[in-house]
């Protein structure tokens, strides 16, 4: 009988739970597939019928533009920041020198710092650039922000890599580049993805500096194209949740076609450190 | 302790270093040096550029601005200290500083404790645990503007889902107006911080306690201890140190919260909302004064800076003991 009630217990607050996590995106999906008036005489139905409608006239608005947009700045600031962030945790990770730890503890102090200490000057410097305004005004701020957490996921990976290998390859006469692109990075291929994940969902997200640096409706990224759709949409609902789904779905496929991936990306240097 | 042949491990936290040395013949060895020299240079300069120009510079140009009186576009005039006299008696910095620290005790006191919860039940033996963890992590996927805006309809007093929740239960006055009751609001942002961040600290506590062996729960049934006793004793004291890195995990990034507050209420009604950040944006961007958007701008960096030393200090006290 105790038993019983705690199974019951246990389930109740594994529903509730459920409900609380699951209902608004349940909400969400339901509202966008609804029209204005559907959704006026019965805001709460789900899914009594299914109408894509909205799906098509938010593209029609220029979501498609923003979705563009974020792929863009996205792929480009995440090919940059694995890039930069392998090449300076190599010897980071792997040489001795005086300097090591300071620039170490340098770069990884970044994970603390507000953005907002840095927005200012990183206004003013786009604008003296001629920046402002345009999509490439973001990759510096997002690579730079970035690299603080790559660094430290990837010295802590590229740590644990067998000197024996590096030592074979130099006996035969490669080259420091050559050690670090034919066997430090192709080993590092577990935290590199881990990098390439949580900085990709970072920078798809990311607001501020898009707040910031961007003006123009056919240079915003998907967070401040949302914004401006409610801004100008926000009595239609069912439209606006469409945009909202239409944001959401790319990460949360990824999600659901390689779970253990996203969820070990996500947690970052968290997991280990 | 030269020479390209030799390369050493070193371990940042000082635990397991180990090294090859391989000694340099002599003649190699000023050549050798400046060729590693240039190799570290050549490999760390590029991020260091980055990182010196997007990061570092700006810090130290908030610093300088924060002791001038200027709107963005004409000349700065030196003020001294007077924008953070200015600050200290701003009743709206500090409301802002008040309501960052709400931010850290709910993600401290009812983030962390709910994400050990959603752990707790994904590891029990439940049916259907693979749809539970699944739901449970959505929220972490969405974008905070995205969440932002959801939220903001399901507060909504007319048309939202909680409140049409209370109607059906039947307790007509108790419509509660979420995001424009100064009292409220505030609570309300911070019920969709949890719900946004718990998730994350579901994933750490799951990993922790997947990592705990299964032999010590067996031992404790054979003494006869009960499940409280076994979560108290044996689950908590082996998680300690996925509770403290959590804590300061949820600490520092309360301290940058914006994007939810920013997107739901503005910082409204009437500064009840206000955070640091949303209250330097509106002083640089809306109202465009710099020297005093600087000075807020720069007390984040101070408040987070201390807090990284003081837990820092903790932490490096903590391991000493041996704890």
């Known amino acids: ?113 507000p953005v907002h200490a840095t927005l200012i000057p990183t206004f003013i410097l786009t604008n003296h650039l001629g920046l402002y305004d345009r999509l490439i005004a973001l990759v510096g701020p997002y690579v730079a922000f970035s690299l603080p957490i790559s660094i430290f996921i990837l010295t802590q990976f590229m740590k644990e890599i067998p000197d024996a290998l590096e030592e074979a390859a130099r006996i035969d006469g490669t080259t420091d580049f050559g050690v670090f692109w034919r066997i430090v990075l192709p080993m590092s291929g577990p935290a590199l993805s881990t990098v390439v994940i949580y900085n990709f969902i970072h920078i798809w997200m990311e607001f501020i500096f898009a707040l910031v640096l961007i003006n123009s409706p056919e240079n915003m990224t998907l967070p401040l194209g949302l914004q401006k759709f409610y801004g100008e949409f926000s009595v239609n609902v069912p439209g606006l949740m469409a945009a909202l789904t239409l944001a959401t779905v790319p990460v949360l496929a990824v999600y659901l076609v390689s779970q253990e991936k996203v969820i070990k990306g996500l947690a970052g240097g968290a997991l280990k450190g | 302790m030269s020479g390209n042949t030799q390369q050493a491990v070193q371990s940042v936290t000082g635990t397991g270093a180990q090294m090859t040395v391989v000694p340099a013949r002599s003649s ?45 576009q004409s000349t700065m005039t030196f003020i001294g200290f007077k924008n953070y006299v200015h600050l200290l008696r701003d009743s709206i910095f500090w409301t802002a500083l008040k309501n960052n620290v709400l931010v850290i005790l709910a993600s401290v006191c009812v983030q962390i404790p709910l994400g050990m919860v959603m752990a707790l039940i994904l590891l029990s033996p439940i049916r259907g645990r693979r749809i539970f963890g699944t739901v449970y992590f959505f929220p972490f996927l969405m974008s ?114 914006f994007d939810l507050f920013y997107i739901m209420t503005g910082g409204g009604p009437d500064h009840a909302t206000e955070l640091l950040g949303t209250y330097m944006y509106k002083a640089a961007f809306v109202d465009f004064n710099m020297g005093y958007a600087s000075s807020i701008a720069f007390s984040m960096f101070l408040v987070a800076f201390i807090v990284t030393v003081v837990i820092q200090y903790l932490e490096f006290v903590r391991q000493r003991r041996g704890g």
């Open chain 1, 1 to 113: 009988m105790v038993a019983l009630i705690k199974r019951v217990l246990l389930y109740g607050l594994a529903a509730a739970l459920l409900v609380f996590t699951g209902y608004p995106f349940l909400y969400m999906l339901a509202t966008s597939f609804k029209t204005q008036q559907q959704f006026f005489q019965s805001p709460f139905s789900l899914f009594t019928s299914i109408n894509l409608t909205n799906y098509s006239s938010v593209f029609q608005m220029g979501l498609s533009r923003y979705f563009v947009n974020s792929v863009i700045i996205s792929f480009t600031s995440v090919f940059l920041v694995v890039l930069l962030a392998a090449l300076a945790s190599y010897p980071l990770s792997r040489m001795k020198f005086r300097l090591n730890k300071p620039l170490f503890l340098l770069f990884v102090s970044g994970m603390m710092l």
């Open chain 2, 28 to 72: 190699e060895y000023r050549t050798g040096r400046w060729r590693k020299v240039a190799v570290i240079t050549s490999f760390i300069l590029p991020a260091l550029f980055v990182y010196v120009v997007y990061v570092m510079y700006p810090i130290v140009d908030t610093l300088i601005d924060s002791f001038f009186a200027w709107d963005g």
């Open chain 2, 144 to 257: 905070t503007v995205a969440i932002g805006l959801l939220w903001t309809y399901i507060f909504d007093p007319l048309n939202g889902p909680l409140n049409h929740l209370i109607r059906t239960v039947g307790i007509q006055n108790w419509q509660i107006q979420w995001l424009s009751d100064p009292r409220i609001a505030v609570y309300a942002v911070l019920l969709v911080v949890v719900w946004q961040y718990a998730p994350f600290y579901m994933i750490l506590f799951k990993a922790a306690m997947v990592a705990i062996p299964e032999e010590l729960y067996e031992a404790a049934s054979l003494d006869g201890a009960t499940a409280w006793q076994k979560f108290w004793r044996i689950t908590v004291p082996l998680i300690m140190p996925t509770i403290v890195s959590s804590a300061i995990l949820a600490i520092v990034g309360s301290l940058k919260s």
